[in-house]
């Protein structure tokens, strides 16, 4: 059984609908550092740990090789092949300090982590105090694991931290800000990118 609203999908599921492109080949091309998982293997199916199925558990990353004038990460998880509009952002973590270059594999999210934000003054999901999460496609903040509809085709899922210019993104809405805004808010200020992406199919 899907752990997503069935509002996020859509009732019928068009097999033959055309194949995204991949999301940051048709934005402006910038120069790429390396990005690593020691769960992801890129252009490999996703351990289940990083799927609902398995919990949601956000993977462990660490990134090299960015510009010298860097002053921030915007970190994202994007799956283009959701067959809604606009694909599905599963995580959208933006203020990253640039000292931080490495963040470690999170622990299962749902309905327990989301009781205690509301009680508590949270840290980021990265860990990081200063880091701004905004919420993912599914109305949460913090990773949403992969969550493909049943019987669809592979969907991929690409996790990307891009080196932008200012230290912290001037976002129109706040902490509310939509995903698909905030990576929009970014783009003119993207110096270098490093991408890794995952396949997930259930």
């Not at 010298?68 to 990253?96: E, K, M, N, Y």
């Not at 300090?97 to 508590?120: D, E, H, K, W, Y």
């Not at 919420?135 to 493909?148: E, M």
């Not at 912290?168 to 990118?193: N, Q, W, Y």
Request: charged share 15%; with cysteine.
């Amino acid at each position: 059984m899907s752990l997503l609203p069935a509002r996020l999908w859509a009732v019928n599921i068009d097999l033959d609908r055309p194949v995204p492109p991949n999301p940051y080949a048709i934005l402006p091309q910038v120069p790429a550092f390396e990005l690593v998982s020691p769960e992801i293997t890129d252009g490999q199916p996703l351990p289940l740990a990083q799927t609902v199925d398995g919990g949601s558990i956000s993977p462990a990353l660490s990134w090299s090789g960015f510009p010298p004038q860097t002053q921030s990460f915007l970190l994202t998880c994007f799956d283009p092949d959701a067959p809604r509009d606009g694909g599905f952002w599963h995580w959208v973590v933006a203020d990253i300090p640039v000292q931080i270059v490495s963040v470690p594999a999170g622990g299962p999210t749902g309905r327990i982590r989301q009781l205690t934000q509301r009680i508590f003054k949270p840290t980021s999901s990265i860990g990081v105090e200063s880091a701004l999460d905004l919420p993912n496609s599914a109305g949460t903040t913090g990773f949403f694991g992969a969550a493909p509809p049943k019987g669809d085709r592979v969907h991929r899922y690409f996790f990307a931290v891009q080196a932008l210019s200012v230290p912290r993104l001037e976002l129109p809405h706040g902490s509310k800000t939509a995903p698909a805004l905030v990576s929009a808010t970014a783009v003119p200020v993207v110096i270098a990118r490093a991408v890794l992406m995952g396949t997930y199919q259930r």
